[in-house]
């Protein structure tokens, strides 16, 4: 196992602490209770490289004014 301290800004860790409230919400009586890291471990566990990688390069894009593709979404497809 690796441990790491990732720095999040405010607003993006408040959605994590809210949403692990909303599980323990939920599902009451969970033992031991929900929190906000491992909320991030879990999100952060199911990408692969390829997915991280994708990710990033489409933020860079964005950020650097550089044409961002449309990408279907598997949501509605």
Same mark, same amino acid.
């Given at each position: 196992?690796?441990?790491?301290?990732?720095?999040?800004? =405010?607003? !993006?860790?408040? /959605? %994590?602490? =809210? &949403?692990? =409230? #909303?599980?323990?919400? =939920? +599902?009451? *009586?969970?033992?031991? #209770?929900?929190? &906000?890291? !491992?909320?991030?471990? +879990?999100?952060?566990?199911? %990408?692969?490289?390829? $997915?991280?990688?994708?990710? +990033?390069?489409? &933020?860079? #894009?964005?950020? #650097? *004014?550089?044409?961002?593709? $449309?990408?279907?979404?598997?949501?509605? /497809?």
């Amino acid at each position: 196992m690796l441990t790491l301290s990732v720095k999040l800004p =405010e607003p !993006t860790a408040a /959605e %994590y602490f =809210e &949403a692990a =409230e #909303r599980i323990n919400d =939920e +599902f009451k *009586g969970l033992n031991p #209770r929900m929190d &906000a890291n !491992t909320l991030v471990a +879990f999100m952060a566990s199911s %990408y692969e490289a390829r $997915d991280i990688c994708a990710r +990033f390069e489409l &933020a860079l #894009r964005a950020a #650097r *004014g550089i044409p961002v593709p $449309d990408l279907p979404n598997p949501v509605i /497809e």
